[in-house]
């Protein structure tokens, strides 16, 4: 990775929505978690300022260590054994977001599209993009999230009046009569803890054109990326029910389908599925990318990508491992509970530790950094 | 450093073999008229017979008191040399040399004058509405319809001469001010660097000097018509002309100006919005139509609406090949179709409209062998290909590398492929300036001419990805 | 290393072709189903599919008259293997996206959907807006097999009647994800639409070809107790359902013609026939058309009743005017409007009371406004609501307003000079 490469903060906030979005719209897990009826939404929205909690243990860092990525600043703080294994957890972590949504990419498309297609073609063909993507750079994919941004949220937002007939509001209604706070904020936490995005900030750092304004650049996007996967969730709730909701794998899909206007425009999923496949290549690219970078710094080699193709066909081999004997949507675990450890781990405790490792070595730290 | 001497025979000789007894160097020896022995060599038919035999040779001869020579020739662009090598790179390129016994100094006379195409209206590039003139072979012609469309005197060529055997004029030409300095820099230095035999024609120098030579996206622009130049010039950009060839290169070319012709800028806003967002438009069809096709038609079925599906599935009953396979076939033969139609001698040119209508169309869909819907679909690729003709290199190729992935994997195959194009695309530098721009990054001053194109009297500033200091156009505005 | 990268790339690539072209599958060997039929027999389940056939459309010759559909039926214990059952008996592979509905065996519906219904929203191919339809009176297979359209597919000639339902409000096209969204509600229970068969009545030279001495109706609709079909109601029932649940669009109301005006208590005929008031077991008849009709319901708790309010506010324009009254007079408008309201209110209180009193359901979705409204009580009541909502009280308030009166105004019967 070459930290000459600048992306600016426009490009970087966009990015971010997107991959917060492309989770929202295709299998919407946030459906699923308490209080499990009409609030959904609300739980939703109280989900932004858990989120901004958990991550400001690395927001802190990444702002006194602002022309480091995350795992070099880590080796920083914790020396250099320490820190060595910190970073290659920290690729591991990568990886493994990088394998699940590989993995319920696949499943996805042999679901709704493609049920003969074998797994290892399905899941071939987004690494070998990927991979290509990752080969080209960190400003091709910032740039290819500015140019793909727009289209995907002008899909999200025509499609609602396309289909405003099948829409129905009033399912929303009573709003908080059924559930009690307690339940909000259980189900704002779980939802907190779906998103390791701020990793991908916390990597970008470096290369940000404005990076005093990292702050802004991580509220903007949890606000607007929050805002725009709670749209998807209330067109979908309205649409189609709430039970209806919860029980659907896909429910925006299923509502895409619904679009019916004057027996013209109808059918149209097909650019749904464009908009999706599209969101889904740059997330699994960002990842890969940052999974090899970080893997480069651990090898204190700047070059980053001699390590793309090996670690994209880790990445296709063990997803294939995982997927041909599990369903990952459908059925919650293990690739939830996986996720769910991974992110408590990666996001919350070592940057916590990290955190106070710093505060105490803090002069000797400083020192270091000066040099 | 080979000095001339001021023996007249010995340059004699030593041009002679320089240039092998060439036939078609013609040598004159004569006597001043104070006795002096002069010889001058040129190529026939490269100068001005008239002007050599009136302002030279008959001054020269009826010379009667012994002045310089300076006095004697009446030609304004007389100039002295002392190496020999000089001498004969001037010599092939239209000048007169003329030795004179006694004297270590050669005099050349430029007296080019050479048969060259008239000035016409390009074929390739025809407008509506604009100035019709094209580029000739030329160099000094080019040079001159630029100048006059940018009469101000910042404007500056600066020649170089590459190509060993072929010595080929080359001209760069910027607006001092207004141009881009490192693209200027770098320019110059890829044009040092060039080390070859040859350079026919402008796209030698192009494939030689530009960024990316692995990718199809062309980051160097050619055009062949004056007013087109000089509007990217006083955007900043840097023009390089070749002599003997129509087509002059622009330097730094973006994604952008493959949509943009001379003629939105010459008819008013709301028109020029509506063709170029029909430019990208058919920009998409023409690389996505036959994929999509195919992979809706084979994947898909159930996102094609009921009635046109009826009709589609009737049209393919009987039809012995698979879609992939008669979508690669049709796009194969009007590949054909269009090569032979290049390259064909014009008296046949109705036999082939002919036959490829008629095979084609007609009689394929009626034999059974294709189905008719995929013939549409074909022509509809054709007929929008040829709206940006600049880019029909990468359209071609990657609309069968699409076409491939729609037949193996559907839509999302043709998603991915789009998506990697349009990533490939983006991640090009053409001489330091990002392809991707006003698009991304996103440059609001150049997005006023992305697809809406908006007032002239709008555009105050230069886009910013290509200019970086003279920012301001309308004097008016300029803050001191 | 760019070596490496091809190499692999070239990999993949063969691996791709080796393995064969996998989902592919052409036009040519798909069954397109436009129709089906779904019965129980016992324990069995029969489908029954009504299927394009394509002739190949070479210069564009269209079919001359002869069928181009083609039926299956086949068996199995659930419709998925049913479904799959077919490939043995037939050449194609059926293929559900295009299916535009799905008939329901009287039989089936009485012994419930839920079983069979799991499939129909599980597989991906089976789209969501295919519209339901029970079969009334007969099996659903009895019904298929013709259609007495212009269409000749059933499946398309049912979908265009079912879309058209607006020109009359008597039937209700419901597609399954509306079912659903009712079945999962707790304070709705489900209606589906009706399809039946019913005799033709047609002079014996007409259509000499037409062999065919049935046509389809979908009047009328299908009650249900979540997914137990309970019993049906009958067009003009149907009508007032559909006001109730505020979709009624561009229908018309017929009623008969007042004699009386309102306001001056005075006969509203004029002209000749004014002296034959004796004749009124001649029944004259209004047809007033709906421009736009909008109701609004509201649950009320009044001395610990619940009430139900219905308020309907209609637009129309008057169609036809069987009689001759003056339909340029204010007084005449304002009567017929009168007249017109009482017949929109009758048909709904006919509705509300077939619900109420033989099927005690709540079809209307009362119980979700009584949820939204006071959501503590609703949690006592949830479960009792349908004996509940049998009991209680309604009031409907109809509003009507004729806007326009066709391009005449005068009464039809009127001679020069009067």
């Known amino acids: 990775m070459n930290k000459s490469e600048k992306v600016s903060s426009y490009q970087i906030i966009l990015l971010l929505i997107i991959y917060r979005l492309v989770v929202a719209f295709s299998f919407m897990p946030a459906v699923n978690v308490s209080p499990g009826n009409q609030d959904i939404w609300i739980a939703v929205v109280l989900s932004i300022p858990y989120t901004i909690l958990f991550c400001l243990p690395i927001l802190f860092l990444s702002n006194k260590f602002n022309d480091y990525t995350l795992v070099e600043y880590m080796e920083i703080i914790f020396g250099k054994f320490l820190g060595k294994v910190i970073g290659l957890f920290y690729t591991f972590v990568f990886l493994i977001f990088t394998i699940a949504y590989v993995s319920i990419l696949a499943e996805i498309l042999d679901s709704t599209m493609y049920p003969s297609m074998p797994t290892i073609v399905t899941i071939s063909i987004m690494l070998i993009t990927c991979s290509y993507i990752s080969f080209k750079g960190l400003e091709p994919i910032a740039r290819g999230a500015e140019v793909f941004a727009p289209f995907i949220l002008t899909v999200i937002f025509i499609f609602p009046m396309l289909g405003f007939n099948?829409?129905?509001?009033?399912?929303?209604?009573?709003?908080?009569?059924?559930?009690?706070?307690?339940?909000?904020?259980?189900?704002?936490?779980?939802?907190?803890?779906?998103?390791?995005?701020?990793?991908?900030?916390?990597?970008?750092?470096?290369?940000?054109?404005?990076?005093?304004?990292?702050?802004?650049?991580?509220?903007?996007?949890?606000?607007?990326?929050?805002?725009?996967?709670?749209?998807?969730?209330?067109?979908?709730?309205?649409?189609?029910?709430?039970?209806?909701?919860?029980?659907?794998?896909?429910?925006?899909?299923?509502?895409?389908?619904?679009?019916?206007?004057?027996?013209?425009?109808?059918?149209?999923?097909?650019?749904?599925?464009?908009?999706?496949?599209?969101?889904?290549?740059?997330?699994?690219?960002?990842?890969?990318?940052?999974?090899?970078?970080?893997?480069?710094?651990?090898?204190?080699?700047?070059?980053?990508?001699?390590?793309?193709?090996?670690?994209?066909?880790?990445?296709?081999?063990?997803?294939?491992?995982?997927?041909?004997?599990?369903?990952?949507?459908?059925?919650?675990?293990?690739?939830?509970?996986?996720?769910?450890?991974?992110?408590l781990i990666s996001i919350i405790i070592i940057p916590f530790i990290a955190l106070i490792v710093y505060l105490l070595r803090r002069k000797k730290i400083n020192v270091d950094v000066k040099e | 450093m080979i000095l001339i001497s001021k023996r007249v025979e010995d340059n004699k000789t030593f041009v002679l073999d320089s240039f092998n007894n060439t036939s078609d160097l013609i040598h004159y020896e004569f006597e001043t008229n104070d006795n002096k022995k002069v010889i001058i060599f040129y190529i026939e038919g490269f100068i001005d017979r008239d002007l050599l035999d009136r302002d030279i040779v008959k001054p020269m001869i009826s010379n009667k008191e012994n002045r310089d020579i300076k006095k004697i020739i009446s030609i304004s662009n007389l100039s002295e040399v002392y190496e020999i090598k000089e001498v004969i790179n001037k010599i092939s390129e239209g000048n007169v040399a003329i030795f004179i016994n006694g004297n270590s100094i050669a005099y050349l006379v430029d007296l080019k004058k050479w048969e060259k195409r008239s000035i016409e209206e390009p074929l390739a590039e025809s407008v509506v509405r604009g100035p019709k003139e094209g580029f000739v072979e030329d160099i000094s012609s080019n040079r001159n319809l630029l100048r006059k469309k940018i009469k101000s005197n910042n404007l500056v060529f600066e020649d170089y001469v590459i190509g060993e055997q072929t010595r080929t004029k080359v001209s760069i030409a910027y607006v001092n001010g207004i141009v881009n300095e490192d693209v200027l820099n770098e320019v110059r230095k890829r044009l040092n660097n060039i080390d070859t035999d040859a350079i026919l024609e402008s796209g030698y120098i192009e494939q030689y000097i530009e960024d990316n030579k692995a990718s199809m996206f062309p980051t160097i622009g050619n055009t062949q018509k004056p007013d087109v130049v000089a509007g990217k010039i006083l955007e900043g950009r840097v023009a390089i002309f070749c002599d003997g060839s129509p087509h002059v290169l622009t330097v730094p070319r973006l994604f952008i100006e493959n949509i943009q012709t001379s003629e939105d800028y010459y008819i008013r806003p709301h028109y020029a919005t509506f063709l170029r967002s029909i430019r990208i438009f058919s920009l998409f069809l023409t690389i996505l139509l036959p994929g999509v096709y195919v992979a809706l038609q084979i994947f898909h079925q159930e996102m094609i609406p009921t009635v046109l599906l009826v009709s589609m599935a009737g049209a393919r009953e009987g039809v012995p090949l698979p879609a992939a396979i008669e979508a690669f076939l049709m796009i194969i033969m009007l590949e054909l179709i269009k090569e032979s139609g290049i390259r064909l001698p014009r008296a046949v040119g109705s036999a082939v409209s002919i036959v490829g209508a008629l095979v084609l169309g007609q009689a394929a869909v009626q034999a059974g062998i294709v189905s008719a819907p995929m013939v549409i679909v074909i022509a509809v690729t054709a007929i929008a290909e040829f709206t940006v003709s600049p880019l029909i290199e990468l359209l071609i190729l990657h609309r069968l590398v699409i076409l491939f992935l729609g037949a193996f994997a559907g839509l999302y195959g043709v998603t991915c492929g789009l998506v990697a194009l349009i990533v490939g695309g983006l991640s090009l530098n053409s001489f330091g300036v990002s392809y991707g721009y006003p698009i991304a990054p996103i440059g609001k001053k150049g997005l006023k001419d992305f697809v809406i194109r908006f007032p002239l009297s709008s555009f105050i500033f230069r886009p910013k990805g290509i200019e970086k200091t003279n920012m301001v156009r309308h004097t008016s505005r300029r803050k001191k | 290393m760019k070596k490496k990268f091809i190499l692999l790339i070239s990999i993949l690539l063969l691996i791709t072709i080796l393995t064969g072209c996998w989902g592919a599958q052409e036009l040519n060997t798909l069954g397109i189903v436009s129709a089906t039929g779904i019965d129980i027999e016992g324990d069995e389940i029969i489908t029954t599919f009504e299927i394009?056939?394509?002739?190949?459309?070479?210069?564009?010759?269209?079919?001359?008259?002869?069928?181009?559909?083609?039926?299956?039926?086949?068996?199995?214990?659930?419709?998925?293997?049913?479904?799959?059952?077919?490939?043995?008996?037939?050449?194609?592979?059926?293929?559900?996206?295009?299916?535009?509905?799905?008939?329901?065996?009287?039989?089936?519906?009485?012994?419930?959907?839920?079983?069979?219904?799991?499939?129909?929203?599980?597989?991906?191919?089976?789209?969501?807006?295919?519209?339901?339809?029970?079969?009334?009176?007969?099996?659903?297979?009895?019904?298929?097999?013709?259609?007495?359209?212009?269409?000749?597919?059933?499946?398309?000639?049912?979908?265009?009647?079912?879309?058209?339902?607006?020109?009359?409000?008597?039937?209700?096209?419901?597609?399954?994800?509306?079912?659903?969204?009712?079945?999962?509600?707790?304070?709705?229970?489900?209606?589906?639409?009706?399809?039946?068969?019913?005799?033709?009545?047609?002079?014996?030279?007409?259509?000499?070809?037409?062999?065919?001495?049935?046509?389809?109706?979908?009047?009328?609709?299908?009650?249900?107790?979540?997914?137990?079909?309970?019993?049906?109601?009958?067009?003009?029932?149907?009508?007032?359902?559909?006001?109730?649940?505020?979709?009624?669009?561009?229908?018309?109301?017929?009623?008969?013609?007042?004699?009386?005006?309102?306001?001056?208590?005075?006969?509203?005929?004029?002209?000749?026939?004014?002296?034959?008031?004796?004749?009124?077991?001649?029944?004259?008849?209004?047809?007033?058309?709906?421009?736009?009709?909008?109701?609004?319901?509201?649950?009320?708790?009044?001395?610990?009743?619940?009430?139900?309010?219905?308020?309907?506010?209609?637009?129309?324009?008057?169609?036809?005017?069987?009689?001759?009254?003056?339909?340029?007079?204010?007084?005449?408008?304002?009567?017929?409007?009168?007249?017109?309201?009482?017949?929109?209110?009758?048909?709904?209180?006919?509705?509300?009371?077939?619900?109420?009193?033989?099927?005690?359901?709540?079809?209307?979705?009362?119980?979700?406004?009584?949820?939204?409204?006071?959501?503590?009580?609703?949690?006592?009541?949830?479960?009792?609501?349908?004996?509940?909502?049998?009991?209680?009280?309604?009031?409907?308030?109809?509003?009507?307003?004729?806007?326009?009166?066709?391009?005449?105004?005068?009464?039809?019967?009127?001679?020069?000079?009067?």
């Open chain 1, 166 to 343: 099948n829409l129905d509001f009033k399912v929303l209604l009573p709003i908080l009569k059924d559930s009690t706070f307690i339940d909000l904020n259980k189900g704002a936490i779980e939802i907190a803890l779906k998103f390791a995005d701020v990793l991908i900030l916390a990597m970008v750092t470096p290369n940000l054109e404005k990076k005093e304004k990292l702050n802004s650049i991580f509220i903007k996007s949890v606000f607007f990326g929050v805002l725009a996967s709670n749209f998807v969730f209330i067109i979908s709730l309205a649409a189609l029910g709430i039970e209806q909701t919860k029980h659907s794998n896909f429910p925006f899909f299923t509502f895409a389908r619904l679009i019916n206007v004057y027996d013209f425009i109808q059918r149209i999923e097909s650019i749904y599925v464009i908009s999706w496949v599209t969101g889904n290549i740059g997330k699994t690219s960002g990842y890969l990318y940052f999974s090899t970078v970080s893997f480069a710094q651990i090898l204190n080699k700047k070059n980053n990508s001699k390590y793309i193709i090996p670690l994209a066909l880790v990445t296709l081999i063990i997803s294939l491992i995982f997927k041909d004997r599990n369903s990952v949507i459908g059925v919650n675990e293990p690739l939830q509970r996986i996720l769910l450890i991974t992110i």
């Open chain 3, 52 to 418: 394009i056939k394509l002739n190949p459309s070479l210069g564009s010759s269209r079919s001359d008259g002869s069928k181009n559909v083609r039926y299956i039926q086949t068996r199995g214990k659930t419709i998925f293997e049913a479904l799959r059952n077919t490939t043995l008996v037939f050449d194609r592979r059926i293929y559900l996206s295009h299916n535009q509905v799905y008939i329901l065996g009287e039989e089936l519906a009485k012994k419930g959907l839920t079983p069979y219904f799991d499939f129909l929203q599980r597989d991906h191919e089976c789209r969501e807006t295919a519209y339901l339809l029970v079969s009334k009176g007969s099996k659903a297979y009895e019904i298929m097999g013709f259609s007495s359209g212009v269409e000749d597919l059933q499946g398309n000639y049912i979908r265009d009647m079912l879309k058209n339902n607006k020109f009359t409000s008597k039937s209700v096209p419901i597609n399954i994800t509306e079912y659903f969204k009712n079945y999962y509600d707790a304070g709705i229970q489900p209606v589906v639409g009706v399809i039946q068969k019913k005799e033709k009545k047609y002079e014996k030279n007409m259509e000499m070809k037409n062999k065919d001495k049935s046509i389809l109706s979908v009047e009328g609709a299908a009650v249900f107790n979540r997914e137990k079909l309970v019993g049906y109601l009958n067009g003009e029932e149907t009508r007032g359902y559909n006001y109730v649940r505020n979709k009624v669009k561009d229908g018309i109301i017929e009623f008969p013609t007042p004699s009386i005006d309102i306001s001056k208590n005075t006969l509203l005929k004029i002209g000749s026939n004014v002296n034959n008031i004796s004749n009124l077991d001649i029944k004259e008849f209004t047809v007033v058309e709906i421009i736009k009709s909008i109701t609004k319901n509201k649950v009320e708790i009044e001395d610990g009743k619940i009430i139900l309010k219905i308020n309907v506010k209609t637009k129309g324009m008057l169609g036809e005017e069987q009689s001759n009254i003056d339909v340029s007079k204010d007084e005449v408008i304002k009567t017929l409007e009168e007249a017109c309201s009482k017949e929109i209110k009758k048909q709904i209180e006919k509705a509300l009371l077939k619900a109420q009193k033989e099927y005690k359901i709540d079809i209307f979705g009362f119980g979700n406004l009584f949820y939204r409204k006071y959501p503590k009580d609703w949690k006592k009541i949830k479960d009792n609501w349908n004996d509940i909502f049998s009991e209680v009280e309604f009031r409907v308030d109809v509003k009507t307003d004729i806007i326009r009166t066709g391009i005449t105004n005068i009464p039809s019967d009127s001679l020069k000079g009067e």
